[in-house]
DNA sequence: CACCACGATGTGAGCGCTCACATTGTTAGC
DNA sequence: GCTAACAATGTGAGCGCTCACATCGTGGTG
């Protein structure tokens, strides 16, 4: 299964093709000053031995390993996942390899172990995933001597937000914000909110932008419940939310999982969706168009977020070189899809007993 | 934010410490010919210097990277995923870094890509996620001078199975059996089965446990109809099912999406679940519990799937060194999880009309 | 007491590449 | 026609580590 002939080096290009070594590595790496002929017979020759550049040697003569690492929690969420597929994709568009450490808790030693590990294995820049308040603080204490890039969380919407860090997110305000006048339009009298776990950043980027559309309306703002971003979760704040107002016509849900808990919630209290009760989710995960009824939900780009995490890594480490276009903005937008889990406020009726 | 003082190296530490940088080597790689004393004096010069052992030049001087490879499709199924997340801790328990390669398409090309460029990373050996059979056809034509190891798809079940290929899986193939025979157990006289993709090698081996289970009880064999693991698809199959057999009374869907759009479906054509039709699911996703009603499913350790894979890659990559123990079993066990989705056979009904 | 074996240490070469510089040959310029 | 400039190429020294080997001291053996 293994080949057994040690592979060739450029050395070994070199003899074959009459020239230097020093040459081979030109032509290897696209330089200009090589004469038409020369690069023939050296591309011939390297074709010939089927050579392939020695990475691990390259990257010590030149201390650029031309790998980006990512550090990312352990979540199967949907969010995070998608974003760690997008930063491969952009990089590996580049020629760039990706290494990935996984954070099993949010500590900070734990952290510094994903962070060094990621050092030792000395990749050039890291994309960093740090949803919650903790994870976020511990990364930036022991802050590496590597550039990092920060995406979701850091940065999630706000008019006039100025990052001291250099990061990407999506606008979760922004989106929360679209979500909750989305059932202010319809009619409804005020928004609830079932939101995510409060240590999340996007959490309360969520609650930010639902209280501004709120408060931009004149809509009284009731408390809010917060989840762990689970179904149960969701199941059961929306048993206490309903406890507390049985009212309630709307509910903005801080993510698409919660949302279905909620749906269940709703179900079993009798409540019709969206008859009785309307229902907003956010994330828009694959099996949202199947709930029953199908989730009205905002949508992110997660991959689109990891291309811009990529991008914006690779103007922090190479400042000048290759300018690769204009810095991307840092604020991807989202998009409220409006499925049939929403639907206009109940007509006037009695006031309860 | 970053230091310009350069990195310390093996000679500045043999410098202060009073030795040689061979006797440092020895030290860091804990070699035991070195006296107490030496060691001590060693250490306390690695830790004042704040040394790092420099990844690359061991790589470069080993030919071995310490970094894993993994293939990974463009999917965020739960399976994959959570696999992945497995690899990562089982590897970085055991020291040893994980890049990702992403394969977008399932073309013979792209996965040579992929395998191309976790090579020039110079990685030690791959773990391989092939689920579809042009995919690992294609990564089986274009075997890598790499140790290799796959991990799903190939391996999920069948008795004396002998895979010619070090492989490592859940025993899909059992589980789909377990499933099947628990509706058999309720007194359902035959289990239909909605289907994955059958170019998927998982989806096959559920086929077979499910027609295993039936024809073992004499129970008749309806047809099947595939969908694509798409909470859209089930929703349509189901349609398909319900249409070619009004009178079904359970249904093992290949997977839990599938299975919340065959709920819908059910749901829409005015069947009570678990009361006219049983439905069971498999993978377990983590919402499959708050699914109306709450899912009966297969479910999978696919962390474990993980492990277990880079534990039998490490037997393949040093053959008889630090044994690590036994190789592990390659077929993972799944677990019947019965929640409220399924229940007994309707009882006897006056024919259709 | 000479001998050898063995543990503890040091020495130098080399992994495969790129860097900085030296060396050619060629053409342009006055 | 002689120098300056430049393109095309070659040379050697590292990058930071490990490998194979050489060396030194020590203690047990007959």
Redesign the interface.
């Given at each position: 299964?293994?080949?057994d002939a040690p592979a060739p080096v450029m050395t070994d290009v070199a003899r074959l093709a009459g020239v230097s070594h020093q040459t081979v590595s030109r032509v290897v790496n696209g330089s200009p000053n090589v004469s038409g002929p020369t690069k023939a017979k050296v591309l011939a020759a390297m074709e010939q031995l089927g050579y392939?550049?020695?990475?691990?040697?390259r990257?010590?003569a030149t201390r650029r390993?031309?790998?980006l690492g990512v550090i990312t929690f352990?979540t199967?969420l949907?969010g995070p996942?998608?974003t760690l597929?997008g930063v491969?994709?952009a990089a590996?568009a580049l020629g760039l390899?990706?290494?990935?450490?996984?954070v099993?808790q949010i500590t900070s030693e734990a952290v510094v172990r994903a962070l060094t590990?990621?050092?030792?294995?000395?990749v050039d820049g890291v994309v960093a995933m740090a949803p919650q308040q903790d994870a976020l603080r511990a990364l930036t204490a022991e802050?590496p001597?590597?550039?990092t890039v920060f995406v979701g969380g850091v940065l999630g919407g706000g008019a006039g937000e100025a990052s001291a860090l250099p990061a990407v997110g999506t606008d979760q305000r922004g989106g929360a914000h679209a979500a909750t006048r989305h059932l202010l339009d319809l009619g409804h009298r005020t928004v609830h909110h079932l939101a995510g776990p409060q240590d999340w950043l996007d959490a309360s980027w969520r609650v930010e932008g639902w209280r501004a559309a709120l408060s931009a309306a004149g809509a009284p703002e009731p408390e809010f419940v917060a989840g762990d971003w689970?179904?149960?979760s969701?199941?059961s704040a929306m048993r206490t939310l309903l406890a507390a107002d049985p009212g309630l016509t709307a509910v903005f849900v801080a993510n698409d999982?919660m949302a279905?808990?909620a749906?269940?919630a709703l179900?079993e209290a009798g409540r019709s969706v969206p008859g009785d009760v309307s229902v907003v989710g956010f994330d828009d995960v694959?099996?949202a168009?199947?709930?029953?009824p199908p989730l009205t939900t905002v949508s992110q780009q997660f991959a689109e977020a990891g291309r811009r995490a990529v991008q914006l890594l690779l103007d922090l480490i190479r400042p000048h070189d290759t300018p690769s276009g204009p810095s991307p903005r840092p604020l991807v937008p989202t998009e409220l899809l409006v499925r049939r889990s929403s639907g206009p406020a109940p007509g006037v009726r009695s006031g309860v007993p």
């Open positions: 299964m293994r080949s392939r550049r020695n990475a691990v040697a990257a010590l390993s031309g790998t352990n199967v949907h996942v998608t597929y491969e994709r590996s390899g990706v290494s990935i450490a996984v099993d590990r990621l050092q030792d294995q000395s802050l001597a590597l550039p689970s179904a149960r969701g199941y999982q279905l808990g749906l269940r179900d694959p099996e168009e199947f709930f029953r």
